[in-house]
């Protein structure tokens, strides 16, 4: 990589960090709860708007996974989020009027609390319908991934989106709060994926699913990305580049072996694609505050005007993380 490329990305970092640190006045303080907590915490940090459906099950497995305290934005909600949330001792509140789409789709807002209260600690950054499955996390809590990461001098675990969906027309079946989501939402795709490296930034770029399958079918290449990397060990100097796709210092996206061998990801199940998901998709189109004019969100109302069921002749059911290693879409690497 030529100077000039390298000089280009050190300052795309910077005027990253300096975005997150300007747009950390559009925040305001709802709760902070942080003192008191343990040494080296583990932290989640989301941004959302209008999921107050979603939260109980979301905090509850996160919780039971081994986060210690949540970091949350609320970006203007009106059915009861903010107020919910306002109210969990283990969760600390910024909420926000200004613009989705201005803020970096959230991340600037994000990225401000992560350098101030993230830093030294391993941070996991996820939508409110992403759940992470890594590796023994049936029988080994997330502190033990993260002192095994630290342990092997790794500073970023991956994990790769894994849109989940259900048998049938979503709307016939509908998500009780509280409920976990992948009692409705039990199918994922388990092949159809193409993978390339993006070489500017070092990062494995993935696409598919059935959302290239059914809403991306005529233009698989503008199908979202399904390659993430949520859990850093956070440093003030990190930036997330595009959602938590991809991160500068580049290093850090290099979340796997480029000379043999394999090292331990992860999945994000994402629950999308519940009942819900028509009437937010319309929601997002009129708020109009998602990437390239909501072109993603368009095809979704398109999708599912045509077509309601996700499920195909090919679709896997969920069963848990072994299953997910064997068919290759993530891997314990040397963790025994």
Known sequence: MGLISVYRLRLQRKRLLLRAFRRRRQLSQIANRMVGLRAQPILLFS?????????????????KLGVDHFLIVDNGSDDGTREYLAEQKDVSLWTTGAGYKQSRFGMDWLMHLLRRHGTGNWCLTVDVDEFLVYPFCETRPLRALTDWLDSAGSRAFAAMLLDMYPKGAMHEQPYREGQNPFEIAQYFDSGNYTIKRNWPYLNLWIQGGPRARVFFADAPKKAPAMNKIPLVKWDPGYAYVSSTHMMLPRGLNLTYESGGGEKPSGCLLHAK???????????ELRRGQHYAESHEYRAYREGIARERDLWCNWSEKYINWRQLEILGLMSKGNWA
Request: net charge neutral; proline share 4%.
């Open 273 to 283: 694609f519940l009942d819900t998901f028509a009437a937010k998709a319309e929601e």
């Open 47 to 63: 941004a959302m708007r209008n999921e107050r459906v979603r939260l109980p099950f979301f905090l509850d497995y996160y919780r």
